[in-house]
């Protein structure tokens, strides 16, 4: 198995530009989720997922949205990509909801200039 | 809401010595304590969990300790090893799989 695989894992934008962070994971994970880390402040819960065609917000969701259609795929969109936005971003799975056992991307680090 | 804190941003062990690493919280409502260990320039690596109707749990080298009371929870490692430098995240679940992650702890092993 591949775990938690995520693309790009380096990206640089201009303010206003979009963008798509993937993320797919091949364990049949339902629960997927998306979070981001800035120096400093741990990871912050952005977008998840308990199952296809379900997601909901997090901690931090303004500027960002999610979709997810397949069981394997949740990727990320950045609308109008801000410096704000500048940070590292993982997305991870788990098989078993509430427990916390996580699986993470090796992430991808997003620069907005 | 929820917060976590630590108690230290770093902490250096000597190789073979035991360390703890400390964390504060204010949820009591969460279910699931939890423990990451992060990599320089890798993804969170989930190491080891406790239940909140427990107070120890102990695993391959680590044990967690909850104290409810005080709204504190810790690992230990034991016979700390160069690998084991990282950087060290609590994080409680609530709501769900949605986790709240303290700002972490950076260990650091001497040879």
């Known amino acids: 198995n591949a775990g938690v695989t995520q693309t790009p894992k380096f990206q640089v934008l201009k303010t206003g530009q979009s963008m798509t962070l993937q993320c797919a994971q091949d364990m049949n994970h339902e629960y997927m989720s998306w979070y981001r880390q800035d120096p400093g402040m741990g990871l912050r819960l952005i977008h998840y997922?308990?199952?296809?065609?379900?997601?909901d917000q997090g901690e931090v969701p303004n500027g960002y949205n999610v979709s997810r259609s397949t069981t394997e795929d949740f990727p990320l969109r950045l609308l109008s990509a801000a410096p704000s936005q500048t940070s590292v971003y993982f997305c991870?799975?788990?098989?078993?909801?509430?427990?916390?056992?996580?699986?993470f991307g090796p992430g991808t680090r997003l620069t907005v200039t | 809401g929820e917060s976590v804190g630590l108690h230290l941003p770093t902490l250096s062990v000597q190789e073979g010595d035991n360390s703890i690493i400390n964390c504060a919280y204010s949820?009591?409502?969460?279910?699931?304590f939890i423990w990451y260990k992060q990599e320089s320039g890798k993804g969170p690596q989930f190491i080891i969990d406790?239940?909140?109707?427990?107070d120890k749990r102990q695993g391959q080298r680590v044990t967690v300790l909850l104290n409810k009371t005080v709204k504190h929870l810790s690992l230990q490692i034991a016979a700390t090893q160069p690998g084991d430098s990282a950087v060290y995240f609590c994080?409680?679940?609530?709501?769900?799989?949605?986790?709240?992650f303290g700002t972490g702890t950076q260990l650091k092993v001497e040879l």
């Open positions: 991870a799975s788990s098989y078993e909801t509430g427990r916390g056992e996580q699986y």
């Open positions: 949820n009591s409502a969460s279910d699931y």
């Open positions: 994080a409680l679940t609530g709501g769900g799989n949605k986790l709240t």
């Open positions: 406790i239940r909140s109707n427990m």
């Open positions: 997922s308990v199952g296809a065609g379900i997601t």
